[in-house]
């Protein structure tokens, strides 16, 4: 199996929140260097002058200078900073990604040499997680790490979550991808705008062409429960994901010629599309 990564959107923002996180740290740790530094100046100060006003036998100056050494040790000492956890979207990002590599480890395993897996292809309608290209056709995939039992219910997914004793915790909520549109797409939508658009382009120079869309999930925990009417070809666990059968719902087949010309119209479009993405603020016609 060859692996080529396009984009790898999770990576570069747990890296940007790290730094933050580094940053913020760094900041804290200076103010506290500098607190510590000129608390322990002015103690030692307030000692020097109080040893002189003694050797001179100056008892005013003692009582005065006695009592401001004794106010500079009695000051509170600076609280080291420490550094922060990560925040609720951070620890979704690293979900995201474990649930990320849990996929390339079942592919890796199951996959031979004809087959190539692109990460992270995205064009204006967003990013498809892993692409499989191989004889057998075209697959995109959604990844989703969430523990819980997802259902859906008029185009809405939830989970409810379960507990480390595996009993359902009565906690729900709502899985998408809180865009700041406010579309706040399900699964099955996340996969099928841009497989959508990428299928159009795929079509121009493979008649016939169709994407068969997987959503897996990968938690340990993950449950499905109902989901009737949901818009993907498959919705699947990882460890029950069966691909031989995945590859055999695809009625599109491809010559080793053109998964080759398939990988590569795939890696142009994924390059045309994200410099139109980057110079119009994310933002593109359809024209990939």
Not at 82 to 92: F, G
Not at 279 to 286: A, F, I, K, L, P
Request: aromatic letters at 8%; one cysteine or more; glycine letters at 10%.
């Amino acid at each position: 199996m060859k692996k080529i990564i396009l984009s790898d959107h999770i990576t570069e923002r747990l890296d940007e929140m790290y730094r933050g996180r580094e940053t913020r740290y760094a900041s804290g740790m200076e103010t506290y260097n500098n607190e510590t530094r000129g608390r322990q100046e002015k103690i030692e100060k307030g000692r020097g002058l109080l040893k002189e006003a003694w050797d001179e036998r100056r008892p005013l100056k003692v009582i005065r200078y006695a009592f401001e050494y004794l106010k500079s040790r009695m000051t509170a000492k600076p609280v080291a900073p420490v550094m922060e956890l990560p925040d609720s979207e951070e620890r979704r990002y690293l979900s995201g990604r474990e649930g990320e590599m849990k996929v390339d480890e079942h592919l890796g395993r199951l996959l031979g040499d004809e087959w190539t897996v692109i990460a992270g292809y995205r064009n204006f309608k967003g990013e498809i997680d892993r692409i499989l290209v191989g004889p057998p056709g075209i697959f995109a995939t959604e990844v989703k790490n969430v523990n819980g039992r997802i259902s859906r219910t008029a185009d809405v997914w939830m989970r409810n979550r379960y507990d480390g004793r595996g009993r359902l915790t009565g906690d729900s909520d709502r899985i998408a991808d809180g865009k700041e549109d406010g579309r706040n797409r399900c699964p099955d939508r996340q996969l099928n705008e841009p497989a959508d658009v990428l299928e159009r382009y795929l079509g121009r120079i493979f008649p016939g062409c169709r994407i068969h869309r997987t959503v897996v999930f990968t938690h340990e925990r993950s449950r499905l429960g109902s989901l009737e009417g949901h818009n993907a070809d498959e919705v699947v666990l990882l460890g029950d994901w069966n691909l031989e059968g995945t590859f055999q719902k695809s009625a599109f087949r491809m010559t080793e010629a053109e998964v080759e010309k398939a990988v590569q119209k795939i890696q142009q479009s994924h390059r045309y599309m994200d410099r139109i993405l980057r110079n119009h603020g994310g933002t593109g016609e359809d024209t990939a």
